[in-house]
């Protein structure tokens, strides 16, 4: 009986993993419509110049981000030696989303002409709430997580402060760049409208997806190994708690990679060609 408990208790665990996979998945939907309305209108020059800007913005902060990445692999093999190798990818992955984060943080202004009075969009036009409160709740519980396993004298040494500072960091910066685009005045021109909403939506969409990221797979990690060495020191009977503990880290891993996914299918930049309806 004991084990039939562990078994549906750990399935249960999983099913939130599953289900912000679902809702990623439904939100390509949205950038399927952002982008598609783009083309069914002809943007001003302006619209045009802040298109080609942004994605120049884009690239040019992956790029710092990649080099970034490169910089913590061999600052890891100064401190570490050999023992740096199982901090490569890491290393990498921080910096590759440092680099969309401080992209879509410090987008710049479009220079269209803004509405007057200004008009600006409601944040459930850009994204679901429920990804953004998810990525805010998953930041807060890496965090406990962090402080308790701190606290027990398990997580000590170099990677007790990288597994707080990196999700704080990533969760502010998202937070600058959703509240950016919703502050941001809608611009006057109807041809511009989409262009406009299909920037707020990437810039949403890509925060929202980078911060969860930075936190799943550490919050992931850190139950993951809750779980094993708790589960070390049970000696009799079944105890619930490692079990949920392993079953909540593969859950939180499991998500964290495909939010991943998500986010790469993100980067390309909003695009604007010939008008669909043009004969």
Do not use: K, N
């Amino acid at each position: 009986m004991g084990r039939f408990i562990a078994v549906v208790l750990f399935v249960a665990l999983l099913v939130p993993g599953v289900l912000l996979a679902r809702a990623w998945g439904l939100a390509s939907g949205r950038r399927a419509v952002a982008g598609g309305a783009v083309e069914l209108v002809e943007p001003t020059p302006e619209g045009l110049d802040t298109l080609r800007r942004q994605a120049a913005h884009g690239r040019r902060w992956r790029r710092a981000g990649l080099l970034l990445g490169i910089a913590g692999i061999v600052g890891s093999v100064v401190m570490f030696a050999e023992a740096s190798v199982f901090l490569w990818v890491p290393a990498l992955a921080v910096g590759l989303l440092a680099g969309v984060l401080l992209a879509e943080a410090t987008r710049p202004r479009p220079r269209w002409e803004l509405t007057s009075p200004a008009r600006r969009p409601r944040q459930g036009e850009q994204i679901s709430a429920w990804l953004v409160w998810t990525m805010r709740l998953v930041v807060a519980g890496e965090l406990v997580a962090a402080y308790l396993m701190w606290d027990g004298g398990d997580l000590t040494g170099p990677a007790a402060p990288a597994v707080v500072a990196v999700p704080v960091a990533a969760w502010l910066a998202a937070e600058v760049a959703l509240a950016r685009a919703l502050v941001r005045p809608m611009p006057a021109a109807g041809a511009d409208v989409p262009v406009d909403e299909a920037l707020r939506t990437w810039t949403a969409h890509l925060v929202t997806a980078a911060a969860s990221v930075t936190a799943l797979l550490p919050l992931g990690t850190l139950l993951l190994w809750a779980g094993i060495d708790l589960g070390d020191r049970v000696s009799e009977g079944l105890d619930v708690l490692p079990v949920a503990l392993v079953a909540g880290g593969f859950s939180a891993l499991a998500a964290g990679l495909a939010v991943a996914g998500f986010l790469v299918s993100w980067l390309r930049p909003v695009r604007s060609s010939a008008p669909a309806l043009a004969s």
